[in-house]
């Protein structure tokens, strides 16, 4: 007994200093961490939308306290003044864990752009494959689709023709059906209440001047 109760106080310790640690290196580290996304953030919405863009920050809701964040959109403008589209960030449940999206339409909320993976833990092999590639991969199917409608959004199906972007399908990627369907709730959902707050931001920013 004496010799379990040494050895468990050996344990608890461990575990102790351990977490303290990994406390430390994370306090220490959570400045660049943040940097790194925004680094990633920034990237991803020159290549949605365009290098030669300039990417706004409209806040559509203050932080309720210090620890959270401003809520914001990104108004993406060319050198001509021409308005591209907007960028946003927006999250869901997936297979394995929480999936982390930055999403991208155009100006009048008619066409999807695309999106960026910001965090995912999806299965590799099967749901990694949410991540962007290029042409032919599940993320070019949502380049130039039609932009969610209230009772007429994007669904998944199980076969499809991945070139058509007038149907409104998402043909899902094989064995990880889940996710697909995910991130397609994702960008349904998002692409909807951010158009609403977009429209209700402009009128209210019209009406103030």
């Known amino acids: 007994m004496i010799k379990f109760i040494k050895d468990s106080w050996l344990v608890v310790t461990a575990a102790l200093v351990f977490g303290l640690l990994v406390a430390g290196v994370n306090g220490a580290l959570r400045d660049?961490?943040?940097?790194?996304?925004?680094?990633?953030?920034?990237?991803?919405m020159k290549?949605?939308?365009?290098?030669?863009?300039?990417?706004?920050?409209?806040?559509?809701?203050k932080a309720a306290n210090a620890k959270e964040q401003d809520k914001v959109y990104f108004k993406a403008v060319k050198p001509d003044g021409e308005l591209a589209g907007y960028c946003f960030l927006a999250s869901g449940?997936?297979?394995?864990?929480?999936?982390?999206?930055?999403?991208?339409?155009?100006?009048?909320?008619s066409q999807t752009k695309g999106y960026a993976v910001m965090y995912s833990q999806e299965t590799p092999g099967f749901g990694d494959k949410i991540i962007p590639t290029g042409p032919g991969s599940f993320s070019d199917e949502f380049v130039g689709n039609v932009c969610p409608?209230?009772?007429?959004?994007?669904?998944?199906?199980k076969t499809g023709n991945k070139t058509d972007r007038s149907d409104k399908e998402v043909v899902a990627i094989t064995g990880a059906t889940i996710t697909s369907e995910a991130v397609t709730r994702i960008v349904n959902k998002s692409v909807l209440d951010m158009k609403n707050i977009v429209t209700v931001h402009t009128v209210t920013e019209r009406s103030n001047k």
């Open 149 to 157: 409608a209230p009772g007429s959004k994007l669904k998944v199906v």
């Open 32 to 44: 660049r961490i943040d940097a790194n996304k925004v680094v990633k953030r920034d990237n991803s």
């Open 93 to 109: 449940g997936g297979f394995a864990d929480r999936i982390d999206l930055l999403i991208a339409v155009d100006g009048d909320f």
């Open 47 to 61: 290549r949605l939308l365009g290098d030669d863009c300039k990417f706004e920050p409209v806040v559509y809701e």
